[in-house]
């Protein structure tokens, strides 16, 4: 069992950055990949962005080049942090740190965290 702790989110103003924080249980010992994926009200859950063991990193189309992810070097514990930045309404959503097992690929999901974004 993989557990995560979210922190950040919140109301923004468009335009407005925020950083989002998922602390593991787990190290990449264990760890395949962590994650973020976002869901609104009415449609399918989405990637943001991920980050392997490895450091290699993919993103949704919709964030390209507004958020980074990365890991907390100052953490120690294993932390992925989401920088989001010039955030939009469209961008309002429950956003649901995830990890994924390195052996089975198991998948692990944090409670969510609120992030809406004021027009």
């Known amino acids: 069992q993989v557990r995560l702790m979210e922190s950040g989110g919140g109301l923004v103003q468009a335009g407005g950055s925020l950083r989002l924080s998922c602390t593991a249980s787990e190290n990449w010992f264990r760890l395949n990949d962590m994650g973020w994926y976002r869901q609104a009200p009415g449609n399918q859950r989405e990637l943001v962005a991920s980050?392997?063991?490895?450091?290699?990193?993919?993103?949704g189309d919709s964030v390209e080049g507004r958020f980074a992810i990365s890991e907390d070097a100052d953490s120690s514990k294993l932390t992925v942090l989401l920088q989001m930045n010039n955030l939009q309404p469209e961008d309002t959503a429950v956003y649901y740190c995830t990890a994924r097992l390195s052996y089975g690929l198991t998948q692990y999901w944090g409670q969510g965290t609120q992030v809406t974004v004021s027009s």
């Open positions: 980050i392997t063991s490895n450091g290699v990193t993919e993103y």
